[in-house]
């Protein structure tokens, strides 16, 4: 198996052939009845049990395992494909190479109607030398704003299920959630052979994605730092240990992750990158592929979410290698290109921006970053970004709409256009959300700074001793732009409910509520609620 990583153009094409295999319903639920989570799968789309059936001849693969024992199904999970009303990724790992994966795909109405073959990409990881096989399957021609089932299976495996909806085509309610830094609930082996407890994992690792299904948004945002396989012993476990726990949500919605300083790990790719763009195929548009799926934007109703890798524009160190610059520049020029075109189109209300470190924060953790104000600032207030989400300190924090910089502030300080913290309209100015309590340890709400102040890193030491970090320089600044903090809880994330108005120029809404995550029993509870606003933008058009 060929491990050269590929660009998500080249491994899932988006003329990926599909073949009509004339599956009926009845047999279509029948095949979900024998795949694990296609029990659960089908009662969401008010279906019921379904009932028993004899395959009605050959079926497109076999659906019980053959005396050679082929790898099984791991880690199902989807993502957008370029456009979300029409085209799904549906992905799945294995332990070894597997002969002809594929998907099989349809309605509730007319049943498993189409196939999609996957594409497999490898990566040999670096520290243990093991291969790690990723299948994506390219789901094409769908009908926007429509329920689907999925099957999956490679040749002599028990198949494996789930459902889906497309995005709405035009303005429509939807609603989407995000969180970042989550790690996986696990445990593996220590570097001695004893039984060991990964450091960063929590319950609330796994009750967080509980929680994501009781909002049963249409897609998630994950802002950086998934799992933090880097600093395990193991990082292949850790990575299969995260898609297990995400899988019980990420098989039935997408799950769009942004890369953070956690994700970068030696000798997995030319900037270690190479085992997040293995696993998951994104709507990359960049040709290189060294850089292919580490920025990428699409579109849901009336929401342009561009999704960003900090690293190549952050100052701080926090990867397995430093990397900051490495797109030379390719990073900000598809950000400009993106959101100048969402902002003159008349189709688009919002833009939301995922990344993973910071521009603000008033936590004694990693602290805001020089870097991304200097290189973003700018075009975060030239086309008017209403919204940025997320992770790198581990707590709640949200600004105040903000736009522009206090004059001749050293730290570039974010400056507030408004007070109002239940209302806000973001064409006055930028909201920031820092949504990092998505299961890790090492929280840091307890580590807000209570006098008004917070700390910004305006530079790195220029060279780093052997095992160790560069060192960060930290400049003290008033933070007049904060607006909301928990102090007391440490885990939760946020959901986004859209409301796209009633006629051209009409005020739309987004309605925010923050659930926090609660200990011991991962019971959820309403934090707090507010909402965005502005005018849509066909009001003139």
């Avoid at 690792?205 to 009781?214: A, C, P, Y």
């Avoid at 809404?509 to 933008?537: A, C, I, M, Q, W």
Wanted: with cysteine; glycine share 10%.
């Amino acid at each position: 198996m060929d491990s050269e990583l590929e660009t998500p153009e080249q491994s899932v094409p988006s003329d990926q052939p599909e073949h009509a295999e004339g599956l009926s319903r009845r047999y279509a639920l029948g095949l979900l009845g024998t795949a694990g989570a296609g029990a659960v799968a089908v009662p969401l789309l008010g279906a019921g049990t379904a009932a028993a059936a004899t395959p009605l001849g050959a079926p497109a693969f076999n659906p019980t395992p053959d005396t050679l024992g082929a790898p099984p199904v791991q880690g199902l999970h989807l993502t957008f494909g370029a456009d979300p009303r029409s085209q799904m990724v549906v992905s799945w790992l294995t332990d070894g190479p597997v002969k002809q994966p594929r998907v099989l795909y349809g309605t509730l109405t007319h049943g498993f109607g189409s196939s999609a073959d996957a594409q497999t990409r490898s990566y040999v990881d670096g520290k243990s030398g093991r291969t790690v096989y990723v299948h994506h399957a390219a789901l094409n021609r769908l009908r926007p704003g429509t329920d689907y089932l999925y099957m999956v299976s490679h040749q002599g495996a028990t198949p494996d299920s789930g459902n889906f909806r497309t995005a709405p085509s035009g303005r429509a309610p939807l609603t989407f959630t995000s969180f970042g830094d989550q790690s996986a609930p696990q445990v593996t082996w220590a570097a001695s052979g004893a039984v060991g407890l990964d450091a960063n994992s929590t319950p609330a690792t796994k009750d967080i994605v509980s929680g994501i299904e009781q909002v049963a948004p249409l897609f998630h945002l994950l802002n950086g730092d998934l799992c933090y396989a880097n600093l395990d012993v193991d990082r292949v476990r850790t990575w299969n240990n995260f898609f297990t726990n995400n899988t019980r949500s990420a098989r039935f919605r997408p799950w769009m992750p942004a890369a953070g300083n956690h994700e970068i790990e030696s000798a997995n790719g030319p900037i270690g990158l190479g085992a997040f763009q293995t696993y998951f195929s994104l709507p990359s548009t960049e040709s290189d592929a060294e850089l292919a799926g580490l920025w990428y934007a699409f579109t849901a109703g009336s929401v342009r979410v561009i999704v960003l890798q900090n690293d190549d524009n952050c100052l701080q160190d926090g990867g397995d290698i430093y990397i900051s610059g490495y797109s030379g520049g390719r990073q900000l020029a598809f950000l400009e290109k993106e959101l100048r075109a969402a902002r003159s189109s008349g189709d688009i209300d919002w833009v939301v921006v995922a990344m993973h470190q910071v521009m603000i924060s008033s936590s004694d953790a990693n602290g805001a970053d020089l870097g991304l104000r200097q290189k973003y600032g700018p075009l975060f207030d030239k086309y008017g970004v209403d919204l940025v989400v997320c992770g790198h300190e581990h707590n709640y924090e949200r600004s105040l709409a903000v736009r522009g910089v206090v004059t001749s502030s050293e730290t570039l300080t974010p400056n507030p256009v408004s007070s109002a913290t239940d209302d806000i309209d973001t064409s006055l100015g930028t909201v920031h959300m820092v949504l990092g309590g998505g299961g890790v340890s090492g929280t840091t709400n307890q580590k807000f700074f209570k006098d008004g102040t917070a700390k910004v890193i305006t530079a790195v030491s220029s060279s780093a001793p052997a095992g160790t970090k560069r060192t960060s320089t930290y400049v003290t600044e008033e933070a007049i732009w904060t607006g909301v903090r928990d102090l007391d809880h440490p885990y939760g994330f946020a959901s986004f409910t859209v409301d796209p108005g009633r006629h051209a120029g009409d005020t739309t809404r987004l309605h925010v509520t923050y659930y926090n995550v609660n200990k011991p029993n991962g019971d959820l509870s309403v934090f707090e609620k507010f909402t965005l606003h502005r005018k849509r933008s066909d009001g003139h058009r």
